[in-house]
């Protein structure tokens, strides 16, 4: 049974940091690709940050490039989100999710087959 478990999040100032972590078991980290996206009040699950199984390698959506780093941690076997410069308009749930067949559309929540409870980032200007 494979579980996506988030955590990290809370209310923070504008300009401040959060580091969201998603425990994952029944899959390897290091072998799927695995997704941030945020649903925002009212609006549709977008995407954030991926990191490819295939080849570590990592994609962002403009809104948070910069600000945002996308990692994981094969030991523990659990992906971050580190969010730093803040703004109001990073408030959302932020969920995780696991691709276990590495489809290129990384930015289309379809293709993950596996998503976690997701967790409140509130940020106050």
């Known amino acids: 049974q494979v579980q996506l478990v988030e955590s990290g999040g809370g209310l923070v100032q504008a300009g401040g940091s959060l580091r969201l972590s998603c425990a994952v078991s029944?899959?390897?980290?290091?072998?799927?690709?695995m997704a941030w996206f945020r649903r925002a009040p009212g609006k549709e699950r977008d995407f954030v940050a991926v990191?490819?199984?295939?080849?570590?390698?990592?994609h962002y959506n403009d809104s948070v490039k910069g600000r945002f780093a996308i990692s994981r941690d094969n030991a523990k076997n659990t992906v971050y989100l580190q969010m730093n410069s803040l703004k109001p308009e990073d408030t959302a749930v932020y969920y995780c999710?696991?691709?276990?067949?590495?489809?290129?559309?990384?930015?289309?929540?379809?293709?993950?087959?596996?998503w976690g409870q997701g967790t409140q980032v509130t940020v106050s200007s």
């Open positions: 999710g696991l691709d276990p067949y590495n489809d290129n559309y990384y930015w289309d929540t379809g293709v993950y087959a596996y």
């Open positions: 029944g899959r390897t980290v290091s072998v799927y690709d």
């Open positions: 990191v490819r199984g295939n080849d570590g390698s990592t």
